[in-house]
C-alpha cells in the first residue's frame, strides 16, 4: 500500500528565512505533484514532477525528485507572508492513472 | 489550466437527508475524480467517476453511500446518501488534462470544492 509521508506538519519561519517541506513516499511512483492550499481554498497545482532528478523553480519555491530515495523536497527562499499556506505533496500510486495518494499536508505560516 | 466548477459551494445538510454535487469542466476530460477533505485533514480519493460505466470505489467507500454518475465526458455528479455528522468535510472534484503551459504532460486539477456541514 503507497503511503505519503511529509516533514514537518506545521513550519512557522520568520520572513526571510530558508527552508525545506520533505515528502517521503513507501513505493515506486513516477509522477509526484506539489499542491498550495489557502484556508477555504481548493488545491492550487505548483508543481508536477516526472522524473528522478527533476528539478523545477517557480519563485521562491523549488520541488525536486529523487524517485530512487523516494523522496521529493519543497525548499522555500527568502520566505515572505504570502507563502502562508498548507502544502501537499500527492504521488500517483496507480502507474499514472490519476489515483493521487496524498501526504498529511505542511502547514506554513511566515511571520514578518 | 482546466476551469471546473462545482455546485453548491457549500451547504448545510440535516442528518438523514441526501446531497448532490455536480462538477462541470469546461472541455472534455476523460479521467474525473472525486475526493473527500475532512476537517483539518489530507485529502482521500472517494472514487474515479468513468464515463459510460459504474465508478470505481477505493476502499471504504461504497456505492450505496456515495453513487457518481458520469452522463458525459465534462459533467459528474457525486451524491452523499444518508448523511450523519462525520460526512461534514470538502468534496472535490478533480480531472486530468494536458499542461500546455508546463510542458505539454497530464497534471491533475481541482474544482473550488463543496463545504458540506451536517447537522
Known amino acids: 500500500e503507497l503511503k505519503v509521508e511529509q516533514n514537518p506538519l506545521f513550519l512557522s519561519m520568520q520572513e526571510g528565512k530558508n527552508y525545506t517541506i520533505y515528502c517521503n513516499y513507501s513505493?515506486?511512483?513516477?509522477?509526484l505533484y506539489w499542491y498550495r492550499q489557502d484556508p477555504g481554498k481548493s488545491l492550487e497545482s505548483l508543481f508536477v514532477l516526472l522524473s528522478n532528478g527533476a528539478v523545477k523553480q517557480e519563485g521562491r519555491l523549488m520541488a525536486s525528485l529523487d524517485t530512487k530515495a523516494r523522496l521529493s523536497t519543497l525548499h522555500i527562499t527568502a520566505a515572505v507572508h504570502d507563502l502562508s499556506a498548507t502544502y501537499f505533496c500527492a504521488v500517483d500510486g496507480s502507474g499514472n492513472t490519476g489515483k493521487l495518494i496524498f501526504g498529511q499536508g505542511t502547514t506554513l505560516q511566515v511571520k514578518p | 489550466s482546466a476551469v471546473i466548477s462545482q455546485k453548491p459551494s457549500r451547504d448545510i445538510c440535516q442528518r438523514g437527508t441526501s446531497l448532490t454535487i455536480q462538477c462541470q469542466v469546461d472541455?472534455?476530460?476523460?479521467?474525473m475524480f472525486w475526493y473527500r477533505q475532512q476537517p483539518g485533514q489530507s485529502l482521500t480519493l472517494i472514487a474515479t467517476a468513468n464515463q459510460g460505466s459504474e465508478a470505481t470505489y477505493e476502499s471504504g467507500f461504497v456505492i450505496d453511500k456515495f453513487p457518481i454518475s458520469r452522463p458525459n465526458l465534462t459533467f459528474s455528479t457525486l451524491t452523499v446518501s444518508n448523511m450523519s455528522p462525520e460526512d461534514s468535510s470538502i468534496y472535490l472534484c478533480?480531472?486530468?488534462?494536458?499542461?500546455?503551459?508546463?510542458?505539454?504532460?497530464?497534471?491533475?486539477?481541482f474544482g473550488p470544492g463543496t463545504r458540506l456541514t451536517v447537522l
Open positions: 472541455s472534455q476530460v476523460t479521467m
Open positions: 513505493t515506486t511512483s513516477d509522477r
Open positions: 478533480s480531472v486530468v488534462r494536458l499542461a500546455p503551459n508546463r510542458g505539454f504532460y497530464n497534471e491533475q486539477f
